[in-house]
Protein backbone atom coordinates (compact mmCIF):
# COMPACT_ATOMS: atom_id res chain seq x y z
CA UNK A 1 0.00 0.00 0.00
CA UNK A 2 1.32 3.20 -0.71
CA UNK A 3 1.30 5.84 2.00
CA UNK A 4 1.07 9.40 1.39
CA UNK A 5 3.31 11.84 2.52
CA UNK A 6 3.31 14.99 5.16
CA UNK A 7 3.22 17.34 2.22
CA UNK A 8 0.36 15.46 0.53
CA UNK A 9 -1.75 15.13 3.98
CA UNK A 10 -1.20 19.06 4.44
CA UNK A 11 -2.21 19.86 1.14
CA UNK A 12 -5.32 17.63 1.39
CA UNK A 13 -5.85 19.36 4.94
CA UNK A 14 -6.23 22.94 2.98
CA UNK A 15 -8.19 21.34 0.51
CA UNK A 16 -6.41 21.97 -2.03
CA UNK A 17 -5.33 18.35 -3.10
CA UNK A 18 -6.07 16.97 -6.39
CA UNK A 19 -6.21 13.68 -5.14
CA UNK A 20 -8.52 14.63 -2.86
CA UNK A 21 -11.09 11.20 -3.54
CA UNK A 22 -8.09 9.42 -2.91
CA UNK A 23 -6.48 10.75 -0.22
CA UNK A 24 -10.09 10.27 1.12
CA UNK A 25 -10.22 6.37 0.81
CA UNK A 26 -6.65 5.86 1.83
CA UNK A 27 -7.33 7.53 5.05
CA UNK A 28 -10.04 5.17 5.65
CA UNK A 29 -8.02 2.01 4.73
CA UNK A 30 -4.83 2.97 6.27
CA UNK A 31 -4.75 3.47 9.98
CA UNK A 32 -0.90 4.73 10.14
CA UNK A 33 -1.85 8.06 7.44
CA UNK A 34 -5.25 8.14 9.63
CA UNK A 35 -3.08 8.57 12.51
CA UNK A 36 -0.87 10.83 10.80
CA UNK A 37 -3.43 13.10 9.26
CA UNK A 38 -5.17 13.45 12.37
CA UNK A 39 -1.59 14.69 14.29
CA UNK A 40 -1.37 17.22 11.56
CA UNK A 41 -5.33 18.41 11.81
CA UNK A 42 -4.93 18.81 15.66
CA UNK A 43 -1.07 20.30 15.48
CA UNK A 44 -2.67 23.08 12.86
CA UNK A 45 -5.70 23.62 15.09
CA UNK A 46 -3.71 24.59 18.26
CA UNK A 47 -1.58 27.12 15.76
CA UNK A 48 -4.77 30.01 16.09
CA UNK A 49 -4.16 33.59 14.45
CA UNK A 50 -2.98 36.36 17.21
CA UNK A 51 -6.07 38.21 18.12
CA UNK A 52 -5.48 41.60 16.02
CA UNK A 53 -5.76 45.30 18.22
CA UNK A 54 -8.70 46.81 17.78
CA UNK A 55 -8.09 50.03 15.61
CA UNK A 56 -10.92 53.09 16.44
CA UNK A 57 -12.51 55.04 13.72
CA UNK A 58 -10.44 57.55 13.77
CA UNK A 59 -7.18 55.53 12.86
CA UNK A 60 -8.28 56.25 9.28
CA UNK A 61 -7.68 59.70 9.51
CA UNK A 62 -4.43 59.34 11.26
CA UNK A 63 -3.38 57.13 8.92
CA UNK A 64 -4.36 59.60 5.93
CA UNK A 65 -2.81 62.85 8.02
CA UNK A 66 0.25 60.66 8.56
CA UNK A 67 1.04 59.97 4.55
CA UNK A 68 -1.04 63.13 2.88
CA UNK A 69 1.73 65.79 3.27
CA UNK A 70 4.40 63.20 1.15
CA UNK A 71 2.24 62.54 -1.38
CA UNK A 72 1.97 64.90 -4.74
CA UNK A 73 -1.15 65.28 -6.23
CA UNK A 74 -1.63 63.93 -10.02
CA UNK A 75 -1.62 66.77 -12.22
CA UNK A 76 -4.57 67.76 -13.70
CA UNK A 77 -5.69 66.05 -17.40
CA UNK A 78 -6.40 68.91 -19.71
CA UNK A 79 -9.02 68.32 -21.94
CA UNK A 80 -8.33 68.74 -25.42
CA UNK A 81 -8.78 72.25 -27.33
CA UNK A 82 -11.22 70.86 -29.84
CA UNK A 83 -13.77 69.20 -27.96
CA UNK A 84 -14.69 72.14 -26.34
CA UNK A 85 -15.87 73.38 -29.99
CA UNK A 86 -18.88 70.76 -29.96
CA UNK A 87 -21.55 70.40 -27.62
CA UNK A 88 -21.56 67.48 -26.19
CA UNK A 89 -24.55 65.51 -27.72
CA UNK A 90 -23.03 66.05 -30.74
CA UNK A 91 -19.37 65.16 -29.70
CA UNK A 92 -20.99 62.02 -28.86
CA UNK A 93 -22.68 61.14 -32.02
CA UNK A 94 -19.65 62.12 -33.29
CA UNK A 95 -17.54 60.00 -31.41
CA UNK A 96 -20.04 57.13 -31.91
CA UNK A 97 -19.67 57.09 -36.12
CA UNK A 98 -15.91 57.95 -35.94
CA UNK A 99 -15.51 54.42 -33.76
CA UNK A 100 -17.85 52.77 -36.34
CA UNK A 101 -15.82 53.55 -38.95
CA UNK A 102 -12.62 52.82 -37.80
CA UNK A 103 -14.24 49.33 -37.06
CA UNK A 104 -15.08 49.10 -40.65
CA UNK A 105 -11.61 49.64 -41.86
CA UNK A 106 -9.85 47.91 -39.09
CA UNK A 107 -12.17 45.15 -40.48
CA UNK A 108 -11.28 45.55 -44.20
CA UNK A 109 -7.41 45.94 -43.70
CA UNK A 110 -7.17 42.66 -41.74
CA UNK A 111 -9.27 40.79 -44.24
CA UNK A 112 -6.48 42.34 -46.39
CA UNK A 113 -3.95 41.33 -44.36
CA UNK A 114 -4.96 37.33 -43.34
CA UNK A 115 -5.24 37.05 -47.26
CA UNK A 116 -2.15 38.23 -47.67
CA UNK A 117 -0.53 36.17 -45.33
CA UNK A 118 -2.02 32.68 -46.19
CA UNK A 119 -0.50 33.67 -50.14
CA UNK A 120 2.97 34.17 -48.62
CA UNK A 121 3.50 31.51 -46.43
CA UNK A 122 3.63 31.80 -42.38
CA UNK A 123 6.00 34.69 -41.80
CA UNK A 124 5.16 34.70 -38.02
CA UNK A 125 7.39 31.22 -37.59
CA UNK A 126 10.30 32.66 -38.43
CA UNK A 127 9.79 35.79 -36.06
CA UNK A 128 9.02 33.30 -33.57
CA UNK A 129 12.02 31.45 -34.10
CA UNK A 130 14.17 34.48 -33.69
CA UNK A 131 12.22 35.26 -30.60
CA UNK A 132 12.99 31.87 -29.19
CA UNK A 133 16.69 32.26 -29.75
CA UNK A 134 16.91 35.37 -28.17
CA UNK A 135 15.11 34.05 -24.96
CA UNK A 136 17.38 30.88 -24.99
CA UNK A 137 20.82 33.05 -25.22
CA UNK A 138 19.39 35.27 -22.37
CA UNK A 139 18.37 32.08 -20.36
CA UNK A 140 21.55 30.50 -21.23
CA UNK A 141 23.29 33.72 -19.63
CA UNK A 142 21.00 33.26 -16.50
CA UNK A 143 21.60 29.67 -16.06
CA UNK A 144 25.35 30.58 -16.07
CA UNK A 145 25.38 33.16 -13.43
CA UNK A 146 23.02 31.04 -11.62
CA UNK A 147 25.39 28.17 -11.60
CA UNK A 148 27.96 30.60 -10.32
CA UNK A 149 26.27 31.45 -7.45
CA UNK A 150 25.30 27.71 -6.35
CA UNK A 151 28.54 26.82 -6.20
CA UNK A 152 29.63 30.13 -4.12
CA UNK A 153 27.12 29.13 -1.97
CA UNK A 154 28.36 25.96 -2.08
CA UNK A 155 31.52 27.38 -0.62
CA UNK A 156 30.16 30.22 1.09
CA UNK A 157 31.40 31.54 4.74
CA UNK A 158 29.99 34.56 6.88
CA UNK A 159 32.24 36.76 4.58
CA UNK A 160 30.56 36.21 1.40
CA UNK A 161 27.11 36.52 2.50
CA UNK A 162 26.37 39.88 1.76
CA UNK A 163 27.21 40.05 -1.99
CA UNK A 164 25.69 36.24 -2.10
CA UNK A 165 22.13 37.89 -0.89
CA UNK A 166 22.05 41.05 -3.23
CA UNK A 167 23.48 38.69 -6.20
CA UNK A 168 20.39 36.34 -5.14
CA UNK A 169 18.28 39.34 -5.34
CA UNK A 170 18.71 40.30 -9.02
CA UNK A 171 19.08 36.78 -10.06
CA UNK A 172 15.42 36.30 -8.34
CA UNK A 173 13.70 39.45 -10.26
CA UNK A 174 15.09 37.68 -14.03
CA UNK A 175 14.24 34.24 -13.08
CA UNK A 176 10.45 35.17 -12.52
CA UNK A 177 10.80 36.71 -16.30
CA UNK A 178 12.14 34.24 -17.80
CA UNK A 179 10.12 31.50 -16.25
CA UNK A 180 7.53 32.85 -17.89
CA UNK A 181 8.92 33.39 -21.19
CA UNK A 182 9.84 29.83 -21.17
CA UNK A 183 6.48 28.99 -20.04
CA UNK A 184 5.06 30.49 -23.16
CA UNK A 185 6.93 28.39 -25.03
CA UNK A 186 6.04 25.18 -23.28
CA UNK A 187 9.76 23.51 -22.55
CA UNK A 188 8.64 21.92 -19.20
CA UNK A 189 12.12 20.86 -17.92
CA UNK A 190 13.75 24.33 -18.14
CA UNK A 191 10.27 25.57 -16.67
CA UNK A 192 10.95 23.27 -13.30
CA UNK A 193 14.49 23.62 -13.01
CA UNK A 194 13.50 27.37 -13.08
CA UNK A 195 11.00 27.37 -10.35
CA UNK A 196 13.14 25.39 -7.95
CA UNK A 197 15.71 27.79 -8.80
CA UNK A 198 13.16 30.15 -7.79
CA UNK A 199 12.74 28.66 -4.79
CA UNK A 200 16.06 28.81 -3.70
CA UNK A 201 16.80 32.02 -4.74
CA UNK A 202 13.99 33.60 -2.65
CA UNK A 203 15.45 31.54 0.55
CA UNK A 204 18.59 32.88 0.50
CA UNK A 205 17.63 36.50 -0.60
CA UNK A 206 15.02 36.56 2.30
CA UNK A 207 16.78 35.35 5.06
CA UNK A 208 16.46 37.63 8.06
CA UNK A 209 19.20 35.67 9.66
CA UNK A 210 21.79 36.29 6.92
CA UNK A 211 23.85 32.94 6.02
CA UNK A 212 25.04 31.66 8.45
CA UNK A 213 26.81 28.19 8.46
CA UNK A 214 24.37 26.22 9.92
CA UNK A 215 21.46 27.79 7.65
CA UNK A 216 23.83 27.46 4.54
CA UNK A 217 23.70 23.57 5.89
CA UNK A 218 19.90 23.75 6.02
CA UNK A 219 19.56 25.07 2.38
CA UNK A 220 21.83 22.50 1.29
CA UNK A 221 19.80 19.63 2.46
CA UNK A 222 15.59 21.28 2.34
CA UNK A 223 16.37 22.78 -1.19
CA UNK A 224 18.84 20.11 -2.56
CA UNK A 225 21.37 22.51 -4.28
CA UNK A 226 23.47 20.37 -5.49
CA UNK A 227 20.98 18.58 -7.43
CA UNK A 228 19.82 21.44 -8.70
CA UNK A 229 23.58 23.03 -9.36
CA UNK A 230 23.79 19.44 -11.90
CA UNK A 231 20.44 20.48 -13.18
CA UNK A 232 21.33 23.43 -14.26
CA UNK A 233 24.40 22.49 -15.32
CA UNK A 234 22.61 19.97 -17.52
CA UNK A 235 20.43 22.59 -19.02
CA UNK A 236 23.15 25.21 -19.60
CA UNK A 237 24.64 22.93 -22.37
CA UNK A 238 21.46 21.57 -23.66
CA UNK A 239 20.09 25.55 -24.03
CA UNK A 240 24.08 26.69 -25.78
CA UNK A 241 23.09 23.50 -27.76
CA UNK A 242 19.76 25.00 -28.40
CA UNK A 243 21.06 28.11 -29.42
CA UNK A 244 23.55 26.90 -31.63
CA UNK A 245 21.12 24.46 -33.90
CA UNK A 246 18.76 27.92 -33.83
CA UNK A 247 21.61 29.92 -35.63
CA UNK A 248 22.69 27.43 -38.46
CA UNK A 249 18.76 27.32 -39.20
CA UNK A 250 16.50 24.29 -39.27
CA UNK A 251 18.22 21.18 -40.81
CA UNK A 252 16.96 19.51 -44.52
CA UNK A 253 16.20 16.53 -43.64
CA UNK A 254 13.71 13.76 -45.09
CA UNK A 255 11.54 11.84 -42.94
CA UNK A 256 9.84 12.82 -39.52
CA UNK A 257 11.52 14.33 -36.61
CA UNK A 258 12.14 12.93 -33.56
CA UNK B 1 -24.20 57.64 -2.33
CA UNK B 2 -20.94 56.18 -2.21
CA UNK B 3 -18.50 56.19 -4.73
CA UNK B 4 -17.18 52.94 -6.32
CA UNK B 5 -13.48 52.49 -5.98
CA UNK B 6 -12.81 53.25 -9.68
CA UNK B 7 -14.45 56.77 -9.58
CA UNK B 8 -12.20 57.38 -6.66
CA UNK B 9 -9.50 56.33 -8.49
CA UNK B 10 -10.40 58.39 -11.61
CA UNK B 11 -10.79 61.34 -9.36
CA UNK B 12 -7.65 61.04 -7.78
CA UNK B 13 -5.31 60.19 -10.78
CA UNK B 14 -7.57 63.75 -11.99
CA UNK B 15 -5.72 65.33 -9.39
CA UNK B 16 -8.01 65.37 -6.64
CA UNK B 17 -5.26 63.87 -4.30
CA UNK B 18 -8.08 64.03 -1.08
CA UNK B 19 -10.24 61.67 -2.96
CA UNK B 20 -7.71 58.59 -1.59
CA UNK B 21 -8.48 59.27 1.81
CA UNK B 22 -11.93 57.27 1.10
CA UNK B 23 -9.86 54.75 -0.19
CA UNK B 24 -8.08 54.50 3.02
CA UNK B 25 -10.51 54.57 5.54
CA UNK B 26 -12.42 51.96 2.92
CA UNK B 27 -9.40 49.14 3.19
CA UNK B 28 -7.60 50.08 6.25
CA UNK B 29 -8.83 47.33 8.55
CA UNK B 30 -8.57 44.12 6.03
CA UNK B 31 -4.77 46.07 5.47
CA UNK B 32 -3.99 46.42 9.16
CA UNK B 33 -4.86 42.96 9.96
CA UNK B 34 -3.06 41.33 7.42
CA UNK B 35 0.13 43.03 8.29
CA UNK B 36 -0.45 42.28 11.86
CA UNK B 37 -0.51 38.71 11.39
CA UNK B 38 2.43 38.56 9.24
CA UNK B 39 4.56 40.79 11.52
CA UNK B 40 3.08 39.97 14.27
CA UNK B 41 4.00 43.45 15.74
CA UNK B 42 1.12 46.32 16.36
CA UNK B 43 4.17 48.92 15.84
CA UNK B 44 5.23 47.21 12.75
CA UNK B 45 1.95 47.24 11.18
CA UNK B 46 0.71 50.06 11.85
CA UNK B 47 4.20 51.35 9.79
CA UNK B 48 3.30 48.69 6.65
CA UNK B 49 -0.43 50.25 6.35
CA UNK B 50 1.52 53.24 6.11
CA UNK B 51 4.07 52.26 3.54
CA UNK B 52 0.78 50.08 1.58
CA UNK B 53 -1.39 53.07 0.92
CA UNK B 54 1.27 55.55 -0.06
CA UNK B 55 3.06 52.68 -2.26
CA UNK B 56 -0.72 52.19 -3.34
CA UNK B 57 -0.80 55.79 -4.14
CA UNK B 58 2.31 56.41 -5.80
CA UNK B 59 1.57 53.49 -7.91
CA UNK B 60 -2.15 54.15 -8.59
CA UNK B 61 -1.46 54.69 -12.59
CA UNK B 62 -0.10 51.51 -12.88
CA UNK B 63 -3.94 50.08 -11.53
CA UNK B 64 -6.06 48.50 -13.93
CA UNK B 65 -9.45 49.54 -14.13
CA UNK B 66 -10.81 45.69 -14.58
CA UNK B 67 -8.93 45.10 -11.15
CA UNK B 68 -10.46 45.11 -7.75
CA UNK B 69 -8.93 48.04 -5.25
CA UNK B 70 -9.44 45.83 -2.39
CA UNK B 71 -7.48 42.42 -3.64
CA UNK B 72 -4.83 45.40 -5.12
CA UNK B 73 -4.03 46.97 -2.20
CA UNK B 74 -4.12 43.86 -0.14
CA UNK B 75 -1.19 42.45 -2.37
CA UNK B 76 0.95 45.65 -1.75
CA UNK B 77 0.23 44.97 1.81
CA UNK B 78 1.16 41.89 2.20
CA UNK B 79 4.44 42.40 0.25
CA UNK B 80 5.15 45.84 2.26
CA UNK B 81 4.69 43.13 5.61
CA UNK B 82 7.12 40.51 3.67
CA UNK B 83 10.10 42.98 2.86
CA UNK B 84 9.49 44.14 7.20
CA UNK B 85 9.33 40.89 8.48
CA UNK B 86 12.71 39.94 5.91
CA UNK B 87 14.60 43.25 7.29
CA UNK B 88 13.95 42.41 10.92
CA UNK B 89 17.21 41.61 12.32
CA UNK B 90 16.76 37.83 13.58
CA UNK B 91 16.64 37.80 17.45
CA UNK B 92 14.88 40.44 18.34
CA UNK B 93 11.52 38.80 18.97
CA UNK B 94 13.63 35.98 21.25
CA UNK B 95 13.59 37.02 24.46
CA UNK B 96 10.88 34.94 25.89
CA UNK B 97 13.39 31.78 24.49
CA UNK B 98 14.13 31.62 27.58
CA UNK B 99 11.30 30.46 28.66
CA UNK B 100 10.78 27.61 26.46
CA UNK B 101 12.19 24.82 29.04
CA UNK B 102 10.19 22.08 26.85
CA UNK B 103 9.72 19.86 30.80
CA UNK B 104 8.05 22.91 32.16
CA UNK B 105 5.79 23.28 29.40
CA UNK B 106 4.68 19.42 29.28
CA UNK B 107 3.78 19.80 32.66
CA UNK B 108 2.04 22.67 32.53
CA UNK B 109 -0.07 21.66 29.14
CA UNK B 110 -1.47 18.73 31.27
CA UNK B 111 -3.20 20.81 33.93
CA UNK B 112 -6.63 21.58 32.17
CA UNK B 113 -7.79 23.89 35.60
CA UNK B 114 -9.27 26.76 34.50
CA UNK B 115 -8.43 30.12 36.66
CA UNK B 116 -5.23 31.97 36.16
CA UNK B 117 -2.68 29.58 35.76
CA UNK B 118 -4.66 28.60 32.67
CA UNK B 119 -4.63 32.02 31.32
CA UNK B 120 -0.99 32.30 32.39
CA UNK B 121 -0.66 28.78 30.24
CA UNK B 122 -2.66 30.33 26.76
CA UNK B 123 0.01 33.67 27.32
CA UNK B 124 2.62 31.10 27.26
CA UNK B 125 1.07 29.00 24.10
CA UNK B 126 0.78 32.16 22.35
CA UNK B 127 4.36 33.36 23.49
CA UNK B 128 5.83 30.27 22.10
CA UNK B 129 3.96 29.84 19.00
CA UNK B 130 5.05 33.17 18.32
CA UNK B 131 8.91 32.30 19.10
CA UNK B 132 8.08 29.56 16.49
CA UNK B 133 6.84 31.61 13.85
CA UNK B 134 9.54 34.43 13.94
CA UNK B 135 12.22 30.96 13.67
CA UNK B 136 10.59 30.53 9.74
CA UNK B 137 12.27 32.84 7.02
CA UNK B 138 9.81 35.82 5.91
CA UNK B 139 8.35 34.01 2.57
CA UNK B 140 7.96 30.75 4.36
CA UNK B 141 5.69 33.12 7.53
CA UNK B 142 3.91 35.09 4.92
CA UNK B 143 2.93 32.05 2.99
CA UNK B 144 1.64 30.24 5.91
CA UNK B 145 -0.45 33.36 7.28
CA UNK B 146 -2.01 33.68 4.36
CA UNK B 147 -2.96 29.85 4.09
CA UNK B 148 -3.41 29.12 7.59
CA UNK B 149 -4.83 32.11 9.03
CA UNK B 150 -6.19 34.97 5.92
CA UNK B 151 -7.25 31.25 4.15
CA UNK B 152 -6.02 32.09 1.15
CA UNK B 153 -5.56 29.77 -1.95
CA UNK B 154 -2.12 29.18 -3.34
CA UNK B 155 -3.16 30.99 -6.47
CA UNK B 156 -3.44 33.88 -4.22
CA UNK B 157 -0.61 33.37 -2.11
CA UNK B 158 1.54 33.12 -4.93
CA UNK B 159 0.07 36.16 -6.77
CA UNK B 160 0.79 38.18 -3.70
CA UNK B 161 4.23 37.18 -2.77
CA UNK B 162 4.59 37.04 -7.00
CA UNK B 163 6.36 33.48 -6.67
CA UNK B 164 5.10 30.70 -8.74
CA UNK B 165 2.55 27.89 -7.36
CA UNK B 166 4.96 25.90 -6.74
CA UNK B 167 6.71 27.74 -4.66
CA UNK B 168 4.10 29.38 -2.62
CA UNK B 169 3.01 25.44 -2.23
CA UNK B 170 6.22 24.57 -0.63
CA UNK B 171 6.83 27.46 1.80
CA UNK B 172 3.77 26.71 2.94
CA UNK B 173 4.71 22.98 3.44
CA UNK B 174 8.06 23.89 5.16
CA UNK B 175 6.60 26.15 7.01
CA UNK B 176 3.88 23.51 8.52
CA UNK B 177 6.89 21.23 9.26
CA UNK B 178 8.89 23.45 10.92
CA UNK B 179 6.26 24.89 13.39
CA UNK B 180 4.63 21.27 14.08
CA UNK B 181 8.74 20.50 15.24
CA UNK B 182 9.06 23.62 17.12
CA UNK B 183 5.49 22.77 19.15
CA UNK B 184 6.33 19.08 19.07
CA UNK B 185 7.11 19.62 22.88
CA UNK B 186 3.78 21.01 24.03
CA UNK B 187 2.24 17.78 22.82
CA UNK B 188 4.37 15.40 24.47
CA UNK B 189 1.38 14.96 27.63
CA UNK B 190 -1.81 15.35 26.14
Redesign the interface.
Known sequence: MNHFSEDALIEYHYGESTAKDEIAHHLRECSDCARSYAAIVRDLAEISAPATPVRDAEYGGQVWDSIRGSLRAYPEKPKAWWTSLLPSQQWKGFAAAAACLLVIVAAFFAGRFWEQSKKSGNPTVANNGGRERVVLLVVGDHLERSERLLVELKHADAATEAPLQQEARELLADNRLYRESVKQGGDLTLVSALDHLERVLIEVSNEPAGLSQARLDDLQNEMNTDGLLFEVRVLRSRVRGDVERKERGPLQTKGVSI | MEQNDHQIVRE???????A??AL??RY??NV??VA??IT?D?ADADEV??EA??RG??G??RFESRANFGTWIYRIAVNCA?NH???????TNLQIAEDADPAQQQVQLADTAAGPERHLLSRE??AL??TAMSKL???ERTAF?L???EER??TEIAEAL???P??A??????A??K??RS?AP??VTQ
Open positions: VLAGDKDYGVGLQFRFRGEVQFMYQLELVGRRKAGIEQETATVRHMTTEIANAKQAVFRVQLRLLR
